[in-house]
């Protein structure tokens, strides 16, 4: 099959592991996207319905890539093998193609769809960062809070904290925090989430967690969406958070076709919710899970590799994993110590000169 072609070994292994639950280990640069495109092409090749794929990734620009990837890919198997029943639009939840987008967009749909489902009475609005400080300035002033002593933007970014986690106002522990801002904290969050609802709104918090409560709390719904995405891939899982953790986690649970892609070595997003536990603790989730650690670096030079190893292989939670290049060995690393980041760029741009 030539769509194949061009992977390595533990690349066609992951490939070709369609079913059941999936964990790739991918080091940087080994490949992972074009790993996961392969994937899912190799699933429809399988006999797999397009519209039973659904792959999640962070930011819009990985799923830009990724939709035009598969759609690239698609297009030449279609070529190759005379069918015509992929060549549909990028749409809502397509029935002709795989569903590859972010979390949010993910959720978003998803909740348009199922709009009565949300107690809502009509279709919400999204609150953007600015939305949610000025809803709470107006809550501070309510509570007759002083703004100077309690920022708005320790509540904001409190509040936030609290969704990446799925916890609501009635689960927190005033004690966590040290002065007024635990007793204050509870009944702004509180308040606030009351008024969100009466502008018939969302945050961005609160997409991802209004998606897994409407799933968690409505069997039938859940079981439709089970039954739609029957096969499940999830981008930079270390990158996951608990709410994200609990939605993936539903909808996998009927199936288990799910494939995780990370690499704990690069989990760098903790202060925005990220979770390791969630790619460390995997194999716990599902014990017969099958592991493929892609270990084949195509991007750096070994002296590149060899001195980002020995610092990052000092971490005490992590897979064991080796990786390695068939390219040079490269120059030997330089140490330069410069005043800010315009000097920084200059004495890079520098060196490719």
């Known amino acids: 099959m030539n769509y194949l072609t061009g992977l390595n070994e533990r690349q066609q292994e992951a490939v070709e592991a369609t079913h059941g639950p999936l964990i790739v280990l991918a080091g940087a640069g080994s490949g992972k996207t074009k790993t996961l495109i392969t994937r899912i ?8 319905s397009p519209s039973s794929i659904l792959a999640v990734t962070f930011t819009n620009k990985a799923a830009a890539e990724m939709k035009h990837r598969v759609g690239t890919a698609l297009a030449e198997m279609q070529n190759s093998l005379h069918q015509d029943r992929w060549a549909q639009p990028w749409m809502g939840f397509s029935n002709h193609m795989p569903e590859v987008s972010t979390f949010h967009s993910f959720c978003v749909k998803l909740l348009r769809q199922e709009t009565m489902a949300t107690g809502l009475t009509k279709p919400f609005v999204i609150y953007d960062d600015d939305d949610q400080l000025s809803l709470i300035k ?48 509870a009944k702004v969050y509180a308040r606030y989430q009351q008024l969100l609802r009466a502008s018939q ?17 409505n069997p039938a719904i859940l079981e439709r969406y089970q039954d739609r995405f029957q096969f499940l891939m999830v981008d930079e899982y270390q990158d996951t958070n608990r709410a994200q953790y609990l939605l993936v986690s539903l909808l996998a649970k009927k199936y288990k076709n799910i494939c995780v892609v990370g690499d704990e070595d690069q989990s760098i997003y903790k202060w925005r919710g990220a979770d390791i536990r969630n790619i460390l603790d995997f194999k716990r989730d599902y014990p017969d899970a099958k592991t493929v650690k892609l270990e084949q670096n195509y991007r750096s030079t070994q002296t590149i590799i060899n001195a980002a190893s020995a610092v990052i ?38 060196l490719g000169a």
């Open 41 to 48: 092409a190799h699933l429809i090749a399988k006999g797999a």
């Open 138 to 185: 107006k809550i501070l002033e309510e509570f007759d809070i002083n703004p100077k002593v309690s920022a708005p933007k320790r509540f904001k970014s409190t509040i936030d904290s609290y969704k990446c986690q799925a916890v609501g106002p009635e689960d927190i522990d005033g004690k966590d925090f040290f002065g007024p801002f635990g007793e204050q904290i």
């Open 201 to 217: 709104a969302f945050d961005f918090g609160d997409l991802i967690v209004e998606a897994y409560k409407l799933l968690k709390n």
């Open 313 to 350: 292989r000092n971490n005490a939670s992590r897979y064991d994993k080796t990786l390695w290049t068939a390219n040079e060995v490269g120059e030997k690393i330089r140490w330069a110590t410069l005043p800010d980041e315009r000097a920084e760029a200059e004495f890079v741009g520098a």
